[in-house]
């Protein structure tokens, strides 16, 4: 658990994560923003994961013959 003051600003330059598995070089982003773009990043790779471990509801391949 992250305990994070909102309005605060990390300063400097930050590798934020996006789409993909890229990243993009920020300056001086608030915590807030930081924390979202982990979070988001987090549960975009965890869906991936998923889907590639147990496949998607509506994939063909895992209908019943």
Do not use: Q
Request: proline letters at 6%; one cysteine or more.
């Amino acid at each position: 658990m992250f305990y994070v003051v909102n309005d605060a600003t990390l300063p400097g330059s930050h590798a934020i994560p996006i789409a993909a598995g890229n990243v993009e070089l920020v300056r001086d982003i608030s915590r807030d923003a930081l924390m979202d773009c982990l979070h988001s990043e987090a549960m975009a790779l965890s869906t991936e994961i998923s889907d590639r471990l147990f496949g998607r509801p509506d994939d063909p391949d895992l209908s019943d013959s």
